[in-house]
């Protein structure tokens, strides 16, 4: 028997009831079912095939319970829920979803498993977890969007697939404008109904930019650190805080943070307010 599954939250919740059935299975997961297909294509195995998670029915919550119950895991204040847990985990860079599944189904409904650590792969995976959750409160201090073409846009830079989580996080606080969150050749785009697109769409890097440029762009963020600079003394800075505030290992987080990180490490440029008006 094979278990092909989607990586999804909800595609590696079946695959642990279709595992604890049959633990014998061969476990094999990808995105869609075009990538499914190239695997099995790819190695060659043969046999009845199991597939769960490509057709969502948005039924985790339910899920969740089946495999976890209802018993209350033994964790620290910031953990979050085994949904959340697993949620986070495959968003990282190095998880292995299919390892993910016998984890899940070797703690036998007892969630303490996942965040005690007291295996190897527990272990591992609980950190992969954090490393995430980690990157996402990094990203949501430190990575500051800009605003041109009436959009409010960011390009980060993150090993892990968080830029979802953060458009999310940025429709949140800004609801009255588009906001894009753009990683390497992709974006996702938040408020979309406002430029004539989805709500919430993941579209090309290129077509983010190509709508920015057809309006004129927004001078706000050069308006601030002109007038910004311009009433700086530098003689009142707290260059202490002012590098706990700014951490060099978050300023590749945005633009604007590496310009607040390039102020902390060399200082402000002397202007006046004359410059400024």
């Not at 899940?104 to 303490?112: E, M, P, Y």
């Not at 892990?160 to 949140?172: E, N, T």
Request: charged fraction near 30%; include cysteine; hydrophobic fraction near 35%.
């Amino acid at each position: 028997m094979i278990i092909a599954f989607r990586s999804s939250v909800e595609g590696v919740l079946l695959a642990c009831l279709a595992f604890r059935e049959d633990p014998g299975s061969e476990l094999i997961f990808a995105s869609d079912v075009g990538e499914l297909k190239g695997k099995l294509d790819l190695s060659g195995i043969e046999g009845e095939i199991n597939m769960v998670g490509f057709d969502p029915s948005y039924r985790s919550e339910s899920l969740s319970k089946e495999i976890f119950g209802k018993s209350k895991p033994r964790m620290a204040r910031f953990d979050p829920d085994p949904l959340r847990y697993v949620d986070l985990l495959l968003r990282h860079k190095e998880c292995d979803p299919a390892g993910l599944v016998r984890l899940l189904v070797s703690c036998n409904g007892d969630t303490d498993g996942l965040y005690s650590g007291k295996g190897k792969i527990a272990k591992r995976y609980y950190n992969y977890m954090r490393e995430v959750g980690k990157a996402y409160e990094r990203l949501c201090m430190f990575a500051r969007p800009e605003l041109k073409g009436g959009i409010l846009s960011v390009v980060i830079d993150t090993p892990h697939d968080i830029a979802d989580m953060f458009c999310r996080w940025l429709v949140r606080k800004n609801p009255d404008v588009p906001v894009a969150v753009i990683k390497n050749g992709s974006a996702w785009v938040g408020n979309g109904d406002l430029i004539g697109l989805d709500r919430v769409a993941k579209i090309t890097a290129s077509f983010v930019e190509s709508l920015r440029s057809t309006s004129t762009s927004d001078d706000v963020d050069e308006l601030w650190d002109l007038y910004y600079n311009s009433q700086m003394i530098d003689s009142r800075r707290n260059h202490g805080l002012a590098k706990k505030m700014q951490p060099k290992s978050s300023a590749s987080m945005s633009k604007m943070s590496k310009r607040d990180r390039y102020k902390v490490e060399r200082g402000i440029a002397g202007c006046t307010l004359d410059s400024f008006a």
